[in-house]
């Protein structure tokens, strides 16, 4: 294959340049779920954990961990919900207004760098090139998944040994 057309290694190159520029931006960035967890909690003030789990298309059991992990950082805070105490409200703090706004704010910069000198023609038929290469990729147990879900499928897998099936 030329190698023009290695579309795979170019992809695999933008991955890492990225991952570079955000480590390279801020190390005290929070992981990106994070940051959506918390301006889902933002916009919805008193949510609950079943909500931010439906939003973020994961169990409330993957939603529990980075919630633990948030309230210790002090960006939540949890209130016992009027009615129902075994589930709480959630209330995201000043500390985590400002994370969830420090990490969007690189994030932008992010796409806005990959995006320099491209037209806003150019950058929506990039867009839907990238839908129609995800499309092309998707299968029908992979195309109804989330990237979570789909994460945790390659993990798995990647564990399973060779040749060893389910």
């Known amino acids: 294959m030329e190698k023009k057309r290695r579309v795979?290694?170019?992809?695999?190159?933008l991955d890492l340049l990225m991952?570079?520029?955000l480590r390279s931006r801020d190390?005290?960035?929070?992981?990106p779920?994070?940051?959506?967890?918390l301006e889902?909690?933002?916009r919805n003030d008193g949510c609950t954990q079943a909500e931010v789990a439906e939003d973020m298309q994961v169990s409330p059991a993957s939603v529990a961990q980075s919630l633990k992990r948030m309230e210790a950082a002090e960006f939540i805070r949890r209130d016992a919900c009027k009615g129902n105490l075994r589930a709480n409200s959630l209330h995201i703090t000043e500390?985590?207004?400002e994370a969830a706004k420090n990490c969007r704010l690189v994030f932008d910069g992010l796409e806005s760098c990959m995006l320099a000198g491209l037209s806003l023609d150019?950058?929506?038929?990039?867009?839907?090139l990238l839908d129609r290469l995800i499309a092309?990729?998707?299968?029908?147990?992979?195309?109804?998944?989330?990237?979570?879900?789909?994460?945790?499928?390659?993990?798995?897998?990647?564990?399973q040994p060779k040749g060893e099936t389910k």
Not at 27 to 31: F, K, Q, R
Not at 33 to 37: I, L
């Open 136 to 159: 092309n990729l998707e299968s029908g147990d992979t195309g109804a998944m989330n990237n979570m879900e789909l994460s945790k499928l390659l993990d798995a897998s990647e564990k």
């Open 122 to 128: 150019e950058q929506e038929q990039f867009s839907s």
């Open 95 to 97: 500390k985590g207004v």
């Open 33 to 37: 779920a994070q940051m959506r967890m």
């Open 19 to 21: 991952r570079f520029y």
């Open 27 to 31: 190390d005290s960035l929070i992981p």
């Open 8 to 13: 795979g290694a170019k992809m695999r190159r």
């Open 40 to 42: 889902f909690i933002e």
